[in-house]
Nanobody
Framework: QVQLVESGGGLVQAGGSLRLSCAASGRSFSNYRMGWFRQAPGKEREFVTA????????YYDESVKGRFTISRDNAKNTVYLQMNSLKPEDTGVYYCAADRRPGLSYRLGYDYWGQGTQVTVSS
């Protein structure tokens, strides 16, 4: 069982930056692949990025590639999302997710989810 708690959201102007954190409870954090998803008002939840348990592999949606960076610190049981050059269309609730399946996934079928943190980008 893993519990996930996101933090770091807020209001930022277009072109600005934010860093989100997702702290995980439980053991063997390095055995879990992690993902970030987001959901804008009135829209479906969508994939943003994912990282393998070791941190050696990452995968990004085309909409954030080159602007967002996912990383993890397994000693701190934490995964990060550095978001640069933010755009109004990046606005939404950002969720982190985890499971122990191999590989990376952009699908919503992760086993564990956080409660989300709001990111609002003003124009």
């Amino acid at each position: 069982q893993v519990q996930l708690v996101e933090s770091g959201g807020g209001l930022v102007q277009a072109g600005g930056s934010l860093r989100l954190s997702c702290a995980a409870s439980g053991r063997s954090f390095s055995n879990y692949r992690m993902g970030w998803f987001r959901q804008a008002p009135g829209k479906e939840r969508e994939f943003v990025t994912a990282i393998s348990g070791s941190g050696g592999s990452t995968y990004y949606d085309e909409s954030v590639k080159g602007r967002f960076t996912i990383s993890r610190d397994n000693a701190k049981n934490t995964v990060y999302l550095q978001m640069n050059s933010l755009k109004p269309e990046d606005t939404g609730v950002y969720y982190c997710a985890a499971d122990r399946r191999p590989g990376l996934s952009y699908r919503l079928g992760y086993d564990y989810w956080g409660q989300g943190t709001q990111v609002t980008v003003s124009s």
